[in-house]
């Protein structure tokens, strides 16, 4: 039988078909098997795999259980049947979901791995009443995100390291109860050791290496990919001499901010501030 070659890149439905294809083929599965493994007809796997169908959820969970793949798939089926997501940000997505470890740099708001759902839910909001996203959308987004963030609690979570520009325990964003929650929250995680948390100070001035979002990722075989947002799209990177500057920039980031100690103090004075 021909082999469908697919650019993972066309579509978010290709790139549902290619990931499931390698998983498949890394656990020497034919289709036929993994069918039956997971009760869907191999015809039903060979159309997902071509891009032909539509995943169900079910699929994907089933999917994702039997070929091991620690969500992939589930989150990969969220990129895509909904529309609310950041263009660039479903192939972002499904690196982080198989990353070993995430190194990340976030102003303004909270980081959405660290987001309560109070706090995700205030910003779908202010999408909504600025006329970007639908209801619908702002309900899909902060589901989209607890499934995303359930990762952080299974054995296989990545490690994560996370400056935050002082601005994020700054902007106020959907009242004194919510922002208290989710400093709280933020406080919380970072004093139970479960990622590393820094503030880069406004003194840092210009000394700040980043003026956006950035993410360096690095997976199982020690590769690294680069992931950056502006307002209109995101935008992921494998791009080799990007990928080492943002690395090195993003040294000298860590060494300027406030060590985690010093910035868990930071963010219970912001906290008490509220309070």
Known sequence: ????????????????????????????????????????????????????????????????????TGGTLELMWWNLKHSSLLEGFPEYAAYEAKAAELRMFELDVIPGLFQTKAYAEALAAADVKRGTITDTQAEERVSYLL???????????????AVLDESCLRRFVGGTQV???????????????????????????ERRPFALPVVLLTMQDRAMVGYTESQERGFLTRETDTVRNWARDYDRLQVGARSDVASLDMIRAAWKDLT
């Not at 709280?184 to 050791?193: K, Y």
Request: aromatic share 6%.
């Open 147 to 161: 499934t995303r963030q359930q990762r952080l609690s299974k054995p296989t979570a990545p490690l994560v390291y």
């Open 1 to 68: 039988m021909r082999r469908t070659t697919l650019d993972p890149t066309a579509s978010p439905l290709a790139a549902f078909g290619v990931q499931l294809r390698r998983s498949r083929e890394a656990h020497g599965l034919t289709q036929a098997e993994l069918g039956e493994r997971i009760r869907f007809s191999n015809s039903f796997v060979s159309c997902i795999e071509r891009a032909m169908r539509t995943p169900t959820f079910d699929f994907a969970v089933r999917a994702d259980e039997k070929l091991a």
């Open 179 to 205: 922002m208290s929650e989710q400093l709280d929250h933020l406080a919380q995680l970072t004093a139970a050791g479960r990622m590393l948390v820094q503030v880069a100070p406004f003194s840092m001035g």
